[in-house]
């Protein structure tokens, strides 16, 4: 059975930098897509952004404008690991980060079409 842990989160103030990783176990995290929600105190979970494979052992990767340019998926599948870097932080990024997997091989925004997940990481941004 595929699980995965996400662990990094904390505290941190505006303007800094936080890694998020994601341990894919029972399976491997190189032939998911994997991607990254998050969810706020009293909002849905909503989409960060995603890793596919698209051949071989490259991948593509899209985000919500809201982290365009801020935030990166990165993957090592050696260690079946899949990281989010987030830079720039603001106190709108506080929530709870939830790493998800998918064998298929879209790449949907939507939390219903992920089969995996983590327990999820907080991060808050705060001065």
């Known amino acids: 059975q595929v699980q995965l842990v996400e662990s990094g989160g904390g505290l941190v103030r505006p303007g800094d930098s936080l890694s998020l990783s994601c341990t894919v176990s029972g399976g491997s995290s190189g032939r998911l897509v994997m991607a990254w929600f998050r969810q706020a105190p009293g909002m849905e979970r909503v989409f960060v952004g995603s890793?596919?494979?698209?051949?071989?052992?490259?991948?593509?990767?899209n985000y919500h404008e809201s982290v365009k340019g801020r935030f990166a998926i990165s993957r090592n599948n050696a260690k079946n690991t899949v990281y989010l870097e987030m830079n720039n932080l603001k106190p709108e990024d506080t929530a709870v980060y939830y790493c998800?997997?998918?064998?298929?091989?879209?790449?949907?925004?939507?939390?219903?079409?992920?089969?995996?997940w983590g327990q999820g990481t907080q991060v808050t941004v705060s001065s």
């Open positions: 890793s596919t494979r698209i051949g071989g052992n490259v991948y593509s990767t």
């Open positions: 998800a997997g998918d064998p298929s091989s879209s790449a949907p925004r939507t939390a219903e079409d992920y089969a995996y």
